[in-house]
């Protein structure tokens, strides 16, 4: 199930254009996105593929107010997605790290999620899941705010600048997406990405389903995962 960048470029330009008309990407976000896809389609047929995004130039999502009356502005960035759909059972990201970060209408931070896949350490692999979701990080020039625990690291999939668009869209504007998600356009747009990013994943803990011997966990744990 491969997917060529051109196609991953055409889905990523729809997913864009369906946000921003939507109301839920800032203009600066909808040009980040399009520069991105425009770097993807013109890698054409390739099925390996290097993503980046900037603190300086994130992808700006529109201001949102939540339930206790604050102002926050989610943004994504991206210090290095690089995909290789080489054969093989882990998901297809040497190098994953994105991140979630939302700060108060004056700038400061409120919070961050970090997406990435365990780092090789010392002949094996960091402690944690192979990809895994924790909170915190470090906070650009705010290191005073970074979160004093690295763990929990939570077992999650894999997640590019798409699908992490849709996470910021479900949860800070529900109604637009409501709206948009059956639309035929972005559904076939937010597939391509699903299956870059979920098929080996899935097959992997449908797998584990089977087996009484070990858990789910344990075949998710990155020294586990990158030995099979």
Known sequence: MTISAAVAGDALTVVATKLLENNILEPEGFAVLLRVSSELKRAKGAVSWVTEVDR????????????????????????????????????????????????DDQGNPVSRWHLD???????????????????????????????????????????????????????????????????????????????LCYHHYAERLIQSLSKSATTTLNTMWGNTWRDA
């Open 56 to 103: 300086g130039q994130p992808v700006r999502f529109v201001k949102h107010r939540d339930r206790s009356g604050i102002t926050i502005t989610p943004t994504i960035v991206a210090k290095r997605i690089r995909v290789d759909q080489a054969e093989g059972t882990t998901p297809p990201f040497t190098s994953l790290d994105l991140a979630l970060e939302i700060d």
């Open 117 to 195: 896949v365990a780092n090789a350490r010392n002949g094996g692999v960091q402690s944690g899941p192979l990809v895994h979701l924790q909170y915190g990080g470090h906070h650009h020039d705010a290191g005073h705010l970074d979160h004093p625990l690295k763990t929990p690291r939570w077992c999650h999939p894999p997640m590019e600048l798409a699908l992490l668009s849709e996470v910021v869209a479900a949860n800070f504007f529900e109604s637009q997406w409501i709206e948009m998600r059956d639309d035929p356009g972005w559904c076939g747009a937010i597939t391509v990405f699903q299956k």
